[in-house]
């Protein structure tokens, strides 16, 4: 039998299945010391144990039979079983926007992997049309599937090509471009996408789900289509993350990449603008613009493409009793920058001034962000703030930390002159530092307070 | 067509014989966890408060086997808006499906377990955790997840045995609040308690069995002591077929005196599909010849009196008119006890088109108490259908209505072939409705958010070891003790067998008055609002220890019992609440000169009083008596005593009472 038939198993679990000569898909009756059992052999998980045989019951349930107990299989029947998910091709409508979907990988579109148990992307426009039919009253849609990663494992050879790959839908003409991404870094690809496509004609918008599309909670259905409304018919022409508004199936909000973040490990309503308000809500309506700073959809197709990256930077998320010898380190293995977090306006301790001077004269820029997320570095305020920056430490205004990294990246890509390296971090792209903060771009609810539940029992949020 | 069924009443096992009557059930049981099955919310509090509101939408999607189920893609069609009401005291981010699952409740799969050996399952090496779709909304995650422990057991009835196919740990869903139109309201209180399913093989033939079935299967899962009790805490799912039928599965059934009927409409429901299945094929109609049509008729009635219709039109909404050909005269067929056909196709007008609003359809075949005659005639005309055809009207929206008529067909076309596999709901009238299309293996996912977990042979033998005894066993020993029948299946159920058994066997006490105590005594102390789960065994065992060594008489036991219930204790003081209850008799005992004094007082306090007769004054002096021992003395002896002060001898009482 194939080595396909044997599918994750190991050891004891494999030495069963080839002792009674079946495999994975055959239909089995197992007879067991703790009683007999009937259904089918799944693949096993390579993460799961080697000691257990993996049935599927006719019920659809399944169960995990201890190979040990096992006194004889016999394979009534085989099956063949693929998984598929319906494919319809994609109606094309010459008075519908042609929208381009790049896939990144993570769990926009997905299904079951038998290997590990776990989802894994699955995407092509008859595909993606047989789950969410809804995409052709929006758009034409053509996907391109770039890579297959984890949002986790995204990293400059990727941001580059992607960049490239806008770069060159904007020229074939596309009217928006949406991009499917994992959630937990898309708040960095979203960054560092503003700093490598400026000035585009036509949105970029990413999106992702909280909830895989394997389950029917999923958000991933109905931010694929607010982004496709968004990069088909919206009027911002900026790189956007679009994901859910409240917790609630209502609306999306856009938000400008350079100013969004994860917020909540799981939250539907992860992603939040910090520092300031959103770009836009959208939902089957439409686009419904927050402010008018944005740049406006053009019909040209110029675009500034720049996709310089230094990987050499690092990021020090300062904590209290944080010794120099981190800083040392870091100088030692040939670093060329430091994005610090540093407590309140801007902050670290006194016994780290050594190191981080060390580090300036040594060449190595060092920018100073908030731990706060929310709020500006003002290191003026307090002397420690001021010996701060005595010792060559830039404050990075209301910079986002991960955005200052990603910044910082893309900035000593092109410079190595401190002056110019400053230069390029403090003059913004598209407010990653802004000039204000409204009064209501922070806010952050906290419960059981009277008028806070009133609000969550009257407005579903 | 007639109707050749008999009523429910004369109804005999021949006659389920005749027609193939086969059942089984799904009983569901909620677990005594202090937490809830797969986050850290406090289980077993319920309420209908809430302090926010969550707004979601169901989408189906495919299982793990490539497959659209069929009740998913029915469900898409409803395009529901479902507001779960939350309450943060029993809901946290795990129900909202906002946070991953935690690891399950280990108590809970302690319980599950005991109950599958209980039950003679074969029980599985590896727990597996699966997703089941629902996309009705009664779970925010748009599943349920649920495990199999078990499989393949039995359990004895009568002379053979009854087959248990499995049994599942699973998290409960939502209560329903509403449904009306595309908005359904539902609680969240429910939600995520650890639930098991036990499913028997179709082993029943006659409605009588289900109920007796359910009874064995719900004792057996009181009988550890370790499952809810209470309204909603066991519900049933039954399903019937009979020859040439099918399996037809009716959800929620809360109270087991209500299955006989249920199950005997839904096999006179089926019979009678099947007889108009028939009727259908001899007017050569079949899911191949079928035909129909449908066309909005708004101007046609926009002058009907008939009031739904007439709202409708007012309220600017199109009136869509159904013709099937050659269905004349079947839509009144009876079905169920006071319900025709016609009542299928407005189930699934009210469910999958949401037009909820009673009466959803009216039709020609009961044309008179609707449209006026002229109308009908119109409606045949423009509608160029005969007198052979069935016309339905249905009224709402453009986009519901034009649903609804789509459906109207679905089901015609199903009754070519006799009885569409449903989902339905158990209705109050014993008859049932029809709640979704029955789902199929395709809607079971696994489980991606948690791996499989191992059940270690060393946690089944330590579960083995202090199994209960088998409830039949036990049943039929205690029966053998002559012991009053009411009793013994109270005694069973509550969880207090073992400590019966330690009552009568190892203190020697009295069968009938120990059953007595820890059945109807805590029962009539529920009704007095106090909570008897409260008293554990040993605080119990206490009580009759001090009544064995003869501290304290029968009322003693009761009354110590409820003080001790009703004397407000600090949590786990029930033992030394108790015991300092006995402490204090022990240090009131009473010898007989005490006795005497309190007796000479009561009488002198009593001189004066006028009594009719010495029974009377007997009787009255006793009852002081009583409330001032609150139980220390025996009351035979107190009796006996009282009834020589008074000079009437022992049981002289009695004796002129008899007089």
């Given at each position: 039998m194939s080595e396909a038939a044997r599918k994750g198993y190991r050891g004891v679990g494999r030495a069963a299945l080839e002792r009674f000569g079946v495999g994975v898909w055959s239909d089995v009756e197992v007879a067991s010391t703790g009683g007999q059992f009937k259904g089918l052999i799944l693949p096993r998980s390579?993460?799961?144990?080697?000691k257990h045989i993996v049935l599927k019951l006719d019920s659809g349930y399944n169960i995990g039979i201890a190979a040990e107990s096992i006194t004889g299989i016999i394979e009534t029947g085989r099956r063949d079983v693929q998984y598929k998910i319906p494919e319809k091709e994609f109606p094309v409508d010459p008075n519908k926007p042609n929208v381009l979907l790049l896939g990144?990988?993570?769990?926009?579109a997905s299904r079951l992997d038998y290997r590990t148990g776990a989802v894994i992307p699955a995407f092509s426009p008859s595909e993606l049309y047989g789950s969410v039919p809804e995409l052709a009253d929006v758009c034409n849609l053509r996907t391109e599937k770039l890579f297959g990663v984890f949002?986790?494992?995204?990293g400059p050879t990727e941001y580059v090509a992607l960049a490239n790959r806008v770069a060159a839908g904007i020229e074939e003409g596309v009217d928006g471009i949406v991009i499917g991404h994992g959630t937990d870094t898309m708040h960095h690809t979203a960054a560092i996408l503003t700093f490598m496509v400026q000035?585009?004609?036509?949105p970029i918008v990413m999106v992702g789900s909280?909830?895989?599309?394997?389950?029917?909670?999923?958000d991933a259905a109905i931010n694929l289509i607010n982004a496709a409304w968004t990069a088909g018919h919206g009027n911002i022409a900026e790189v956007v993350v679009c994901m859910f508004?409240?917790?609630?199936?209502q609306y999306g909000i856009l938000h400008r990449g350079t100013r969004?973040?994860?917020?909540?490990?799981?939250?539907?309503?992860?992603f939040r603008t910090i520092g300031d308000i959103p770009l836009a809500l959208v939902d089957s309506d439409g686009v419904r613009t927050l402010r008018d700073d944005y740049c406006p959809r053009r019909a040209d197709r110029n675009v500034t493409i720049n996709t310089a990256f230094e990987q050499r930077v690092t990021f020090l998320y300062y904590y209290p009793n944080m010794k120099p010898d981190i800083v040392d380190a870091i100088v030692d293995r040939g670093y060329r920058g430091i994005v610090i977090a540093g407590t309140g306006l801007g902050h670290i301790n006194r016994p780290l001034y050594d190191a981080v001077r060390r580090a300036t004269e040594a060449g190595v820029h060092v920018f100073m962000t908030v731990q706060?997320?929310?709020?500006?570095?003002?290191?003026?305020?307090?002397e420690t703030g001021r010996e701060i920056m005595e010792l060559g430490v830039t404050p990075a205004a209301n910079m986002l930390p991960e955005v200052a990294y990603m910044k910082l990246c893309w900035a000593l890509g092109q410079s190595d002159d401190r002056d110019e390296v400053r230069r390029i971090m403090l003059t913004p792209v598209s407010d990653e530092t802004t000039e204000r903060e409204p009064y209501n771009g922070y806010l952050v609810f906290q419960g059981a307070v009277p008028e806070v539940q009133e609000f969550l029992r009257t407005i579903k949020r | 067509m007639t109707d050749a069924f008999k009523p429910f009443d004369q109804m005999t096992p021949e006659d389920y014989a005749a027609i193939g009557l086969r059942c089984g059930l799904e009983v569901h049981q909620q677990l005594l966890t202090g937490r809830k099955l797969f986050c850290r919310c406090p289980a077993g509090r319920f309420g209908d408060e809430y302090d926010a509101e969550v707004l979601r939408h169901m989408r189906p999607t495919l299982s793990e086997l490539g497959e659209y189920d069929g009740t998913a893609l029915m469900e898409r069609k409803t395009k529901k808006n479902i507001h779960y009401r939350i309450h943060h005291a029993t809901v946290c981010t795990y129900e909202i499906d906002d946070t991953p699952p935690f690891f399950p409740d280990q108590s809970a799969i302690d319980i599950a377990l005991e109950i599958s050996l209980l039950l003679g399952l074969n029980i599985v090496g590896e727990m597996h955790i699966a997703r089941k779709q629902y996309l009705?909304?009664?779970?925010p995650a748009g599943f349920q997840r649920t495990a199999i422990l078990g499989v393949t057991g039995s359990i004895p009835y009568k002379d053979r045995t009854i087959g248990i196919r499995q049994l599942s740990l699973e998290e409960d869903s939502c209560r329903e609040v509403s449904d009306v139109g595309h908005e359904r309201v539902l609680l969240t209180?429910?939600?995520g308690m650890p639930l098991i399913e036990v499913v028997t093989e179709?082993?029943?033939?006659t409605p009588d069995e289900m109920a007796e079935v359910c009874q064995i299967v719900r004792m057996l899962c009181r009988s550890t002591g370790k499952v809810r009790t209470g309204y909603g805490a066991a519900r049933q799912d039954v399903n019937v077929s009979v020859n040439g039928g099918t399996r037809i599965e009716i959800k929620g059934?809360?109270?087991?005196?209500?299955i006989p009927l249920l199950v005997y409409n839904e096999a006179r429901r089926q019979c009678a599909l099947l007889a108009i299945r028939d009727e259908l094929a001899k007017r050569s109609i079949t899911a191949d010849t079928i035909r129909w049509k449908s066309q909005d008729v708004t101007r046609i009635v926009?002058?009907?009196?008939?009031q739904p219709i007439r709202e409708a039109v007012d309220a600017g909404h199109v009136v869509k008119c159904v013709v099937l050909d050659?269905?004349?005269?079947?839509?009144?067929?009876?079905?169920?006890e006071h319900t025709a056909f016609a009542k299928e196709f407005s189930d699934r007008v009210r469910v999958i088109?949401?037009?909820?609003?009673?009466?959803?359809i009216i039709h020609s075949d009961a044309s008179s108490e609707t449209l006026a005659v002229r109308d009908w005639k119109e409606l045949h005309r423009r509608t160029k259908s005969g007198e052979g055809d069935a016309l339905i009207l249905v009224w709402g929206s453009e986009p519901d209505t034009e649903t609804a008529c789509h459906e109207i067909a679905i089901r015609a076309t199903e009754a070519t072939r006799g009885v569409p596999a449903d989902t339905r709901q158990a209705l109050k009238d014993g008859t049932n409705g029809f709640e979704r299309v029955l789902p199929g293996a395709e809607r079971m996912y696994p489980d991606t958010d948690l791996p499989p977990m191992v059940i270690e042979e060393a946690r089944l033998a330590r579960i083995r070891a202090q199994l209960p005894e088998l409830v039949w066993e036990r049943e039929a020993r205690y029966r053998k003790l002559s012991m009053p029948e009411e009793t013994i299946a109270a005694l069973c159920a509550r969880g207090r067998a073992d400590l019966f058994d330690r009552l009568t066997n190892?203190?020697?006490?009295?069968t009938t008055f120990a059953a007595v105590i820890l059945t109807q005594w805590l029962k009539a102390l529920r009704r007095r609002?106090?909570?008897?789960?409260?008293?554990?065994d040993d605080d119990l065992f206490a009580v009759f220890e001090a009544h064995a060594r003869g501290e304290l008489g029968r009322e003693g036991v009761r009354l110590v019992i409820a003080r001790a219930l009703a004397t407000p204790t600090e949590v786990d003081q029930g033992v030394s609440g108790v015991a300092a209850e006995l402490r204090e008799i022990a240090g009131n005992a009473m010898d007989d000169r005490e006795i005497e004094n309190r007796i000479d007082h009561v009488i002198s306090a009593a001189d004066g009083a006028l009594f009719p007769d010495v029974v009377t004054k007997h009787r009255f002096l006793m009852g002081r008596l009583v409330r001032q021992f609150a139980g220390r003395v025996d009351g035979a002896r107190v009796d006996t005593m009282l009834a020589a002060a008074l000079d009437i001898g022992k049981g002289g009482a009695r004796r002129e009472l008899r007089a």
């Open positions: 390579e993460t799961a144990d080697d990144t990988g993570g769990t926009i949002s986790e494992n995204m000035d585009p004609p036509i909280q909830r895989s599309s394997d389950r029917p909670s999923s508004g409240p917790t609630s199936d969004v973040r994860k917020m909540h490990s799981s939250y539907r309503s992860t706060t997320l929310w709020g500006y570095t003002q290191m003026y305020v307090y | 009705d909304g009664s779970i209180d429910r939600l179709p082993d029943m033939r059934v809360p109270q087991i005196p209500r926009a002058r009907t009196h008939y050659g269905f004349a005269d079947l839509l009144n067929e009876t079905t169920q088109a949401c037009l909820t609003r009673q009466p959803n190892d203190l020697g006490v009295d609002g106090l909570d008897p789960s409260d008293l554990r």
